[in-house]
């Protein structure tokens, strides 16, 4: 167990909705990040968030956002959503930004039908 | 720009003794990592290395070379449980991906 926490595990959804991730970092972890891994897929990195910041933006789509709450906590938002969204979500944090290991959740299995 | 080269799949025999091999080129360099990642679950930290040599903890150990943009993660004493793909990332300095992933490499352990 690595202290990150995500939900919902799974989910499974139609084409054009729009769902929320939820990410809780380990205590006293400030950075979060958030990779999709498609079947058979490296893990693509898509946003990071530093102390409630915007830190760095990977190949993130327009219809994907994401927010870091005063909490810490995390929440990547999909919307009108397509099948090749399909994917595993993962969340890792870490305590600086730039040069410390992180540590990953255990995912959100994503399914669009 | 930022590419990880590492092996699609290996196998090796439960006992036995195995290497995976990693090459990188990134924007800056802060660190290489290896993680694990049995299918379908989170990517678990195996190992980090900064500076140029060999780090071993436990069965396995990993390797670095910067001035050749190369690392490899050796397993000994290999167990069925360590199927599962293993993933080289690099923490570049420059850029806008904290940390770069290979694709990683399956590993098969076979009686």
Known sequence: DSGVTQTPKHLITATGQRVTLRCSPRSGDLSVYWYQQSLDQGLQFLIQYYNGEERAKGNILERFSAQQFPDLHSELNLSSL????SALYFCASSVEPSTDTQYF???TR???? | GQNIDQ??????????IVQINCT???SGFNGLFWYQQHAGEAPTFLSYNVLDGLEEKGRFSSFLSRSKGYSYLLLKELQMKDSASYLCAVMASRGNTPLVFGKGTRLSVIA
């Open chain 1, 82 to 85: 397509e099948l090749g969204d």
């Open chain 2, 24 to 26: 990188y080129q990134t």
């Open chain 2, 7 to 16: 092996p699609t799949e290996m196998t090796a025999t439960e006992g036995a």
């Open chain 1, 105 to 107: 959740g255990p995912g």
């Open chain 1, 110 to 113: 994503l399914t669009v039908l």
